[in-house]
């Protein structure tokens, strides 16, 4: 109901154990859109062999990554989900998707060349380059993490972009320790996965975006109740009468 308290945000090891129970209901629908993530990773991959002008593909692999958040953010909402959902996603608002895509990519190489050329400088100041380049990446990592499934949140659809995008960015200031624990958990669990290459590309990446997702948008949900941040840009979260 609008106005209601929402839910508590469950700990990370809660918000593994309702992904995985996601998995266990959902797994026919999103197994596929794992799939098709993983096709379109590899062709940006085959690209980036080939030339390292193939790096501009990269922010392509944001659509398929849209649709995967697109089912797991409504399946965190309650609603119904089919793997058109994923695929529908493509065209609901790609601006949006590509732009946030390309900007992780880009901000994350900035950053990534940062670190690298303050470590071969090997002087006080270029540590202290790679250092914020460090904390840079770090920032961005758990950003994406916030960004996708707050973009992607049917109850946030009539949002402009910036706002959905802001409040990730204030999520990440007001929760450091769960978003970072969420990160670390999530880049060894895809580490992990990518020496298993055959759950990498049927069901790592749906299951890092149902976790993050079950973790995300009940602490945006709570942090919107407590600052007001949605009420102050006269918008509401749209939620179901009973």
């Known amino acids: 109901m609008p106005g209601s308290i929402p839910a508590p945000t469950p700990s990370l090891r809660g918000a593994v154990h309702e992904a995985l129970s996601d998995l266990y ?18 062709a940006v991959l085959v690209a980036l062999a080939v030339s390292p002008f193939g790096l501009a593909l990269a922010p392509i ?36 998707e590509l732009g946030l895509g390309a900007g992780l990519v880009l901000t994350g190489t900035v950053f990534a060349v940062n ?6 400088l090997g002087t006080l100041l270029g540590w202290a380059f790679a250092t914020l380049a460090f904390w840079g990446l770090i920032a961005t ?6 960004a996708w499934p707050l973009l992607a949140d049917p109850q946030r659809a009539t949002w402009p972009v910036r706002f959905r995008l ?42 890092a ?27 509401a979260l749209a939620t179901a009468e009973d």
């Open 25 to 42: 209901y959902h797994s026919w629908r999103l197994v596929p859109a794992n799939v098709v993530w993983s096709v379109v990773a590899i």
């Open 61 to 96: 692999l944001a659509l398929p990554t849209a649709g995967i958040f697109r089912m797991t953010a409504s399946i965190c909402r309650g609603e119904a989900v089919s793997f058109w959902d994923a695929i529908g996603a493509w065209r609901t608002e790609p601006v949006a």
């Open 115 to 120: 670190l690298a050329s303050g470590i071969v």
């Open 141 to 146: 990592w758990l950003f994406a993490w916030a």
């Open 166 to 207: 802001q409040l990730a960015a204030l999520l990440v200031l007001a929760h450091p320790v769960r978003l970072g624990l969420l990160g670390i958990a999530l880049g060894v669990f895809l580490a992990a996965s990518v020496v298993a290459i055959v759950a990498l590309i049927t069901i790592s990446v749906v299951v």
């Open 209 to 235: 975006a149902l976790i993050a997702t079950r973790l995300v948008l009940p602490a945006a949900d709570r942090l919107d109740t407590r600052i007001g941040f949605g009420a102050g840009h006269g918008l």
